[in-house]
């Protein structure tokens, strides 16, 4: 049982940064993709960024490229999200997720990109952007 917890989400100005963590535990970190998502109040929860165990493929939403970056440390089983320009639309609860993969390069199942292919996930943390 992998668990998942984020940290460094918070109230900012727009045009600000944040920089969220996701701490992994009870599984080994290099067996998995990771993910973002985020849900905003009366919104669907969406897809934000993945990186693949090996760094070797990121994927980002259209709607946060070049603002936000994906990053992991496999020493410290810590993915990253740091996310700058920051606007009041990104305003959400942000998940960390953990994909079990052999793929070193890709995600299996419905892609890095669907929630459907995660198998863990942490609390959320909050991110509020104000204008």
């Known amino acids: 049982q992998v668990k998942l917890v984020e940290s460094g989400g918070g109230l900012v100005q727009a045009g600000g940064s944040l920089r969220l963590s996701c701490a992994a535990s009870?599984?080994?970190?290099?067996?998995?993709?990771m993910g973002w998502f985020r849900q905003a109040p009366g919104k669907e929860r969406e897809f934000v960024a993945a990186?693949?165990?090996?760094?070797?493929?990121?994927y980002y939403a259209d709607s946060v490229k070049g603002r936000f970056t994906i990053s992991r440390d496999n020493a410290k089983n810590t993915v990253y999200l740091q996310m700058n320009s920051l606007k009041p639309e990104d305003t959400a609860l942000y998940y960390c997720a953990a994909h079990f993969t052999t793929l070193w390069n890709t995600c299996s199942g419905y892609g890095c990109d669907d929630q459907r292919t995660y198998d863990y996930w942490g609390q959320g943390t909050q991110v509020t952007v104000s204008s």
């Open positions: 990186i693949t165990w090996s760094s070797s493929s990121i």
């Open positions: 009870g599984g080994t970190f290099t067996n998995y993709a």
